[in-house]
């Protein structure tokens, strides 16, 4: 099964992203070599490989608890690996900060915080701004510019605590958009909310890497990874898997990284956990995907 | 108008009216983050541990100001340590270290009581005694920690709102997190002898969180905070002057009928505006 769908992206559906071998560290904007980490004594993520090229739309599958939040943190510098070595754009993680931008999972963001959609987004130019200056003129043009493309430049003034999941999710990409990073890190960045929305941050996410910006992004939603993104990596604690995207859909690939908690019934995947993992805008629980779509 | 002169003839009056509402606008600006950072318990904490450092210093006849200031700030950041070295919750470590360094501070205080009349009065607040020297070491502290916060509001507010992903960002928020325990210890070293250290959190928390039921705004939130923290510590002073009461409690029991007066009208907006959306 693993063979078929690998020779269908091959002929058919691969793009350059997909082609090009996964561990190269010379174009890799991420490189991570046997890194271990995790919070307390438990380690998270362990011994993982994974390289994401300059320009590559990059998908973080894998149950819960199966380290994808902790993956992106040592990504971004914000938990420290225990063991291997890490390297973002070319530094250690953290020292390029300003050229990365980093999106929390809605859950914990307070959304009662006195800041309205255009201060969270002008958020995203402080580092860029460094300390003791106000924002200025080309700030609020990047600001716009992010709200339109988001579309929520009509909700500039709304309070956050006031907005949809969608819209939510809109605004803290807007944040990251105003940053104009080289590298996206994304953490369930279209998670909860609905297929039109989910199509449009998809989209602008394409364009980002259009641009020669890396997204890499956490995600539940298999039927996004496998259509939207280039590459996916399949983890669970380790990496069960690393490559074009459609390969996620392979039976086995699902089965080793979704263990129990997924069914394989004749060629369609049922994906039963996290339920609780979905923002009150989530319509549905149990995601499903046929296998063949593309074919 | 009289009665709102009279007691502006009195020096001691007018140093206790300018010492009141710096400590009521300094508390303001330093509370909006305490209470969005949700550290009301840590600033009553940080406030009670000041008390064996002013003991300390008026044995070795230091500046209360240098004493209280730094037992503060230490324990600011003990709290810190102890809650990510030990194996217990935030709010745990606090209780612990909090009634520990006011046992400390009231043992010393007995110790010497004899001869000190005037510690008490940084329990409960003394402003109407407050020294020509002193007071001007509290505008300059005081000063400081509004100018820090004014050059490095956006930090903070980046960093208390979202705080992974201002670190992934770039911003140094360890190290703004230390700043503003430090900026807390500060606020509450200015605001001893105007409110004293049992009722200082009132003083950091309610200008704040009456603030908050009136506005969505952050910056709007600051300088509303700021008028209320002022214009309480005012009507708070004159009141006590007035009726001859404690000018720290009355100063806290004025803000805290301004923060209830502010909760029963946006609560009273939200119903109205549900209502509009109902019909």
New interface residues.
Partial sequence: MTKKVATEVATGLATEHERRPAHTRAHSDVWLSGVTAGYGERPAIEHIDLAVEAGSLLAVVGPNGAGKSTLL?VM???LPAWSGRVEVLGSAP?RE??R?????QAE???WA????VG??VM??R??A?G??R??GVADRRHVEEALEKVGMADHRQT?IGRLSGGQRRRVFLA?ALA?DPALY?LDEPVTGIDATTQEELMDILDAESRRGRTVVATTHDLAAAAQRFHRVAAINKRVIADGPASMILDPDVLSRTYGGHLLVLGGQAVLLDDAHHHDEGATGEVHYHEEARRG | MDAFLEPLAFQFFQRALIASVLAGVVCAVVGSYVVLKGLAFIGDAIAHAAFPGVVVAFMVGAPYAIGGGIAAFLTAVSIGWISRRARIRLDTAIGVVFAGTFALGILLYSSIQGFVGDLFGFLVGNVLAISAGDLVGLIVLGSGVLIVVLLLWKELLYSTFDPLGAAASGLPVPALEYLFLGLVAVTIVVSLQAVGIILVVAMLVTPAATAQQLTVRFTRLLWLAMAIGAATAVAGLYLSYWFDVASGATIVLVQTIVFLAALLLSARQRLSGRARVAA
């Fill in positions: 943190k971004a510098g914000l953290g900060a300003r990365v931008a980093y999106v929390p914990t963001v307070d915080f006195p800041v309205t201060d969270v958020m995203g402080y580092p701004l300390p003791f106000r924002p309070q944040r940053a890190l």
